[in-house]
């Protein structure tokens, strides 16, 4: 007779954003019965940061969904049931039905227990009622030594109580990252605790010279952004006067990390207006240019490029603050974030070592990046490591604003709206497309005279694009 401490597998939630403690599932792929495979994407949560999808880590057929869509749950909780061994012909774990005397999901375990790494030991509250008719028999984990559990349990085949031949430790979303970016994790050398392959371990055996990865930042800006999906208001009565919206997902981050800037970095926000007629001429030429072809061509990328090649001229403003060391980090790379509006609120992603590509790629990279975007499909490692940002107030017809920097950058620069105004040209009143720049800056790495020279520089460019050639 199989042992059903065994023969079924628990999935925990795990914890995809490095450092967050709850998730919420927005959609499950898979329904009681259906057959998986390891690695397949089995749910979609959304967390802090972003939507993602889990895959996995069990081949088996799908025994339990223990939550309902629409359900927050806790980093370390067991999400879903996996019968890894089917067709055995043995009595299944007791199933919950209505009406039953509630008893503890699984019984405690004595003394120390291995730990899923990444998926923390937070132990759900959620209870769980015993079959009518059966009685209520706690769920007793596997004896086997904690290396050879930790060992089955990264692999997706913990509980057999033996060790098997040895696979390289990593969570499910990072053995997923290996197989998309083909990567053989045998290869990949370990620097997360216990030996644990992580992220930036991937990347770093993807990329022979990776950018040196920074803490995850959460989304910033006081930019209007719709409200996040999956955060319906609290049903209220007809002729009610006011409507009240749970504060959870994207917009809780984004809450967390505005109060955090805004009492941690000491801002200043300068601005400057211009005539970026010739701007906005070349954005014309380059739409009929054969090697732009395809390419996502707006005023924004021109304002990228001129903001990279400024950050060039001035590369002190690139930096971050180490409180904890009590240091002035100075990034030899740029990672320049992006703020999109998405219906889940507002994100902001990163383009890795902008300051490196050529305007085609900087191109498709933001095309890439938008369209990611607003298809909710940006990761969190996208939202990671970034060094300085834009924000496109322009957009809804603002004419500039006083952006708020995402934690752990120097500088965000917000760009308003494009419009046809009278402008002194050449000694004569004429219609020209002016806009507003303003940059806002950190003021302990930043001081008036370098965060006027980057602005400066900025507004130089856009309205003498040839600039864009003889500065870099």
């Not at 996040?228 to 609290?234: F, I, R």
């Not at 009492?263 to 926000?269: D, E, L, N, R, S």
């Not at 806009?435 to 003021?443: M, P």
């Amino acid at each position: 007779m199989t042992d059903t401490s065994t023969r079924f597998r628990e999935f925990k939630m795990p914890d995809v954003g490095e450092g967050l403690t709850e998730a919420e599932i927005l959609k499950w792929y898979v329904q009681p019965g259906d057959t998986v495979t390891d690695g397949q994407v089995v749910c979609e949560v959304e967390t802090a940061k972003a939507a993602v999808e889990l895959p996995i880590p069990y081949d088996g057929v799908v025994h339990e969904l223990r939550f309902e869509e629409g359900t927050t749950v806790d980093v370390g909780t067991s999400i879903i049931t996996i019968d890894v061994a089917p067709g055995s012909g043995d009595a299944a774990p007791a199933a919950a039905e209505p009406g039953a005397p509630a008893v503890e999901e699984e019984a405690k375990p004595q003394g120390r227990t291995p730990v899923l790494v990444g998926y923390g030991v937070a132990e759900s509250s959620t209870k769980r009622r015993a079959r009518k008719g059966t009685p209520a028999v706690p769920e007793q984990a596997a004896p086997q030594p904690a290396a050879a559990a930790i060992q089955a349990e990264m692999n997706g085949h913990g509980g057999t109580g033996t060790a098997t031949a040895a696979r390289p430790l990593a969570k499910p979303p990072v053995r997923k990252l290996a197989k998309d970016l083909g990567i053989d994790l045998a290869t990949v050398t370990p620097t997360g605790p216990d030996g644990v392959i992580t992220r930036e371990d991937v990347h770093a055996a993807a990329a022979p010279a990776p950018a040196p990865v920074q803490p995850a930042p959460v989304q910033p800006q006081a930019a209007p952004a719709e409200p996040v999906a999956g955060v319906q208001p609290t049903p209220v009565a007809a002729g009610a006067r006011e409507t009240r919206i749970p504060i959870k997902g994207v917009r809780k981050a984004i809450a967390s990390a505005m109060v955090g800037s805004a009492f941690t970095a000491p801002h200043v926000t300068e601005f400057i207006t211009l005539d970026v007629t010739r701007t906005m001429k070349l954005v014309d030429e380059l739409k009929a240019d054969p090697d732009m072809a395809g390419l996502r061509v707006n005023p924004l990328l021109l304002i990228a490029r001129a903001l990279l090649v400024a950050i060039r001229r001035n590369p002190e403003v690139n930096a971050a603050w180490d409180e904890a060391n009590q240091e002035i980090v100075l990034k030899q790379y740029v990672n320049l974030g992006i703020a999109a509006a998405t219906p889940r609120g507002l994100i902001v992603p990163n383009i890795k070592d902008a300051h490196d590509k050529t305007l085609p790629e900087l191109a498709a990279a933001l095309g890439e990046l938008v369209s990611t975007a607003r298809e909710g499909k940006t990761t969190p490692v996208a939202m990671q490591g970034g060094t300085v940002t834009i924000t496109n107030v322009g957009v809804f017809g603002v004419d500039t604003g006083t952006p708020i920097l995402n934690p752990g950058e120097s500088a965000i620069l917000a760009v308003g709206a494009i419009k046809l105004q009278p402008w002194v040209h050449k000694g004569k009143v004429k219609p020209r497309q002016v806009t507003t720049l303003a940059l806002s800056f950190d003021h302990r790495l930043v001081d008036g005279e370098l965060g006027s020279k980057v602005l400066a520089d900025v507004a130089a460019i856009l309205e003498q694009p040839k600039r864009l050639i003889t500065w870099a």
